[in-house]
Every structure is written in C-alpha cells, then in structure tokens.
C-alpha cells in the first residue's frame, strides 16, 4: 500500500461518516414525527435501524483495514531497503566472480526481477543507508547450522590477487587469479563426487562404481584423511584442471598456498582438501 491507497482510504472514511450522519438527523426527525405519525412511525424507524446497524459495521471494517494498512506500510518500507542490499551485495559477488564460474543467465533476471519487484511508484532509494564494498566483504549474516546428516560441502578456499602477487615470479608464471580460482572449484567438485560415493548405498551404485566406492571408503577411513573432503590425483581430467604444465603449475601454487595436504595411500596421490581459517 502506498500514499496513495492511504488517502483513497482515508477519503472513504470521510464518505462513510458523511453518510453516517445523514442517517443520525433522519433518525433523529423521525423520532420527532413519531409523536405526530404514530402509526408510519415504527416501520420507519425500523428500517433506519437495520440501515444504521449495516452502515456501522462497514464502518468499523474500513477503520480496520485502514489500521492494518497504516501498520503494515513501515514493515513494507523496511522489507524494500533490505532487499535493495540485498541485491547490492549480490551484484557485488557477481561483479567479483571469474567468468568462468558464472552462468551467462545471472545477470539478466537479476536486473529484470530488481525492475518489477521495486517500480518506480515506491520511491525509498533516499532512505536506504549506502552500503561499501568493504563493508560488504566483511559483515556476514549469521547462519544456523544446517540440520542435514552427513558432512557439508567440500571447502572451496579462493585465492585472492594478493595471494597470487606474492608469489615468485617463476612460480606463478602464466597463470592468472581466474584460472587458479578455477581449478579450486573443480577440485571441490572432484572432493564432493568422492564424499558422495563414500556416504551412498550400494543398492543405489552400479557395479563398476561400488568398486570404486569400496577403494575411496578405504582411503577415507585412515587416520589422515578421516571426516575431510578428498580427491584423487586420478580425478584430474578437466576441464579447469588438467594434468598438464599449466595443471602441474596450478597445483603447486595451491599446495604453496595451504589449499590442500598431499599424501600417498597405496597407489594413489591423494590430495586433501583444507578448509579456510
């Protein structure tokens, strides 16, 4: 509801009341005429009485949602500044994304759905406290635990350019911020498969794939790599990460970094991956 809608309520309050005391001066004048008119007199007032009753209740129902409306209009106000920073801190993690994890369809409904939820007719731009970038990468909003059994997401620890500036320079080499960031979501990608290989039953695995679960579920058992996210050397196959020079690279940058603990655990290179501290 708008300034608007409030004043057309309000003008039909007025109406309704104008109306109401019209009914109040012909009642009024018929009980004056009862004296004279004793036998019109009582249908008369009858019917005044049904009419006045109804128009009451209308009455009291427009006070009502008018109330409602006039309570309801600063929860509304509040709700609009929130979710315009909301959108502002979305649009600053989609300007902060590499390309190569965005999906081309963000960007289009982000701005579409921001057009048709706040029209121009509600006007709190000028009451929305301005929001900083810094302020917006450092203030979280507290989140309850997740309430689903078994271990959450494999970590995805993102390099940042500092990071990769410190760097040698015959150890960063060719690569750039987007690549590595990359090919630490394809690794987590690789760790979450593992983690739901390891939790799934075999009823739901087909043959070739219990057998592989039976070797990750070995591996997830020792000591080193228990109740962590995992993925094998075997794993690698792209296309953000590859066995390569340019994967080789990408590799030792992250190990360097504190991404990931290497191990060996029989044949396998196992890489584990660290969480962010």
């Known amino acids: 509801m708008d300034a608007g809608d409030a004043s057309r309520l309000g003008e039909s309050l007025d109406a309704v009341s104008a109306a109401f005391q019209s009914r109040v001066m012909e009642l009024q004048e018929l009980v004056l005429a009862r004296n004279m008119y004793p036998a019109t007199a009582i249908p008369d007032l009858a019917a005044v009485d049904v009419s ?17 409306e006039r309570e309801a209009f600063p929860k509304a106000k509040k709700l609009v500044q929130q979710s315009l920073k909301q959108q502002r801190r979305l649009q600053l993690m989609l300007a902060n ?24 007719s509600l006007n709190f731009s000028s009451a929305v406290p301005e929001v900083r970038d810094h302020d917006l990468k450092i203030k979280e ?6 309430k689903k059994k078994g271990r959450g997401p494999a970590p995805r620890w993102y390099i940042s350019t500092e990071e990769l500036d410190s760097l040698s320079s015959y ?42 679960a039976l070797e990750l579920r070995d591996i997830a058992a020792r000591e080193s790599v228990k109740g962590k996210h995992f993925f094998l050397e075997t794993d690698i196959k792209g296309p953000g990460l590859k066995l390569d020079t340019t994967g080789k690279a990408i ?16 044949h396998h290179r196992v890489f584990i991956l660290s969480k962010q501290q």
Request: glycine letters at 4%; a neutral charge; aromatic letters at 4%.
């Open 52 to 68: 006045l009753t109804a128009m009451e209740a209308q009455l009291q129902a427009v006070r009502r949602r008018l109330q409602e």
């Open 97 to 120: 994304m590499p390309t190569g994890m965005r999906e081309d369809v963000f960007a289009t409904p982000l701005e579409h759905n921001s057009s048709m939820m706040f029209p121009e």
């Open 141 to 146: 909003e507290p989140t309850a635990p997740p």
């Open 171 to 212: 150890m960063r080499g060719r690569l750039t911020l987007e690549k590595v960031n990359i090919a630490i979501n394809e690794v987590a990608s690789y760790a979450d498969g593992n983690a739901h290989l390891v939790a799934c039953p075999k009823k739901k695995l087909s043959e070739d794939t219990w057998e592989k």
């Open 251 to 266: 590799l030792t940058v992250l190990r360097h970094l504190g991404r990931f603990q290497e191990t060996r655990i029989g």
